[in-house]
């Protein structure tokens, strides 16, 4: 599974993004250490506060089926209607990274059309609260 590859799934899934309220899509494609690629949008609710990330809905449906191992996740997100820009995680989500992945090997693959840059969790979450702290 190449790093384009990967980002082409994240936009196989931005496709399902549920987003009458902010119209702007997310999808997110999740790999796990089994091979498997497990594909999530953002849903929105009309109260709000449920609203779920695209990279949370990826996650969950993973760890909901047993599988907490991974190495890596593209994200694309973008306005209906506009070209892609970058677009980074949100502090709920990497804090969800944080839970189950490693903060130097995972990778997090922002793409844009052609484009993709990758970081760490590290880079993204730098001195996050985790269960090493509860130790
Ligand atoms: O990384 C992000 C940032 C935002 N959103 C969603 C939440 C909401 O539906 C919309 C606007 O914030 O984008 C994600 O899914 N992932
Ligand atoms: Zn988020």
Same mark, same amino acid.
């Given at each position: 599974? #190449?790093?384009?590859? +990967?980002?082409?799934?994240? /936009?196989? &899934?931005?496709?399902?993004?549920?987003? *009458? /309220?902010?119209?702007?899509?997310?999808?997110?494609?999740?790999?796990?250490?089994?091979?498997?690629? /497990?594909?999530?949008?953002?849903?929105?609710?009309?109260? !709000? #506060? @449920?609203?779920?990330?695209?990279?949370?809905?990826? !996650? !969950?449906?993973?760890?909901?089926?047993?599988? #907490?191992?991974? $190495? &890596?996740?593209? =994200?694309?997100?973008?306005?209906?209607?506009?070209? %892609?820009?970058?677009?980074? @995680?949100?502090?709920?989500?990497?804090?969800?990274?944080?839970? !189950?992945? $490693? *903060?130097?090997?995972?990778?997090? =693959? +922002?793409?844009? %059309?052609?484009?993709?840059?990758?970081?760490? +969790?590290?880079? +993204?979450? @730098?001195?996050?609260?985790?269960?090493?702290?509860? $130790?």
């Amino acid at each position: 599974m #190449t790093k384009s590859m +990967l980002v082409e799934e994240a /936009y196989v &899934a931005q496709k399902m993004a549920y987003v *009458p /309220y902010s119209d702007f899509c997310v999808g997110a494609a999740l790999l796990a250490k089994n091979g498997k690629v /497990y594909r999530g949008c953002n849903i929105e609710n009309a109260s !709000f #506060t @449920p609203t779920n990330c695209a990279e949370r809905t990826a !996650f !969950f449906k993973a760890v909901s089926e047993g599988v #907490t191992e991974f $190495d &890596a996740i593209a =994200i694309v997100g973008n306005k209906r209607g506009e070209r %892609g820009e970058l677009c980074a @995680p949100c502090g709920v989500c990497r804090q969800v990274m944080a839970e !189950f992945c $490693d *903060p130097e090997e995972f990778k997090i =693959i +922002l793409g844009a %059309g052609e484009e993709s840059s990758v970081y760490t +969790l590290n880079e +993204l979450l @730098p001195l996050g609260f985790t269960k090493k702290n509860l $130790d």
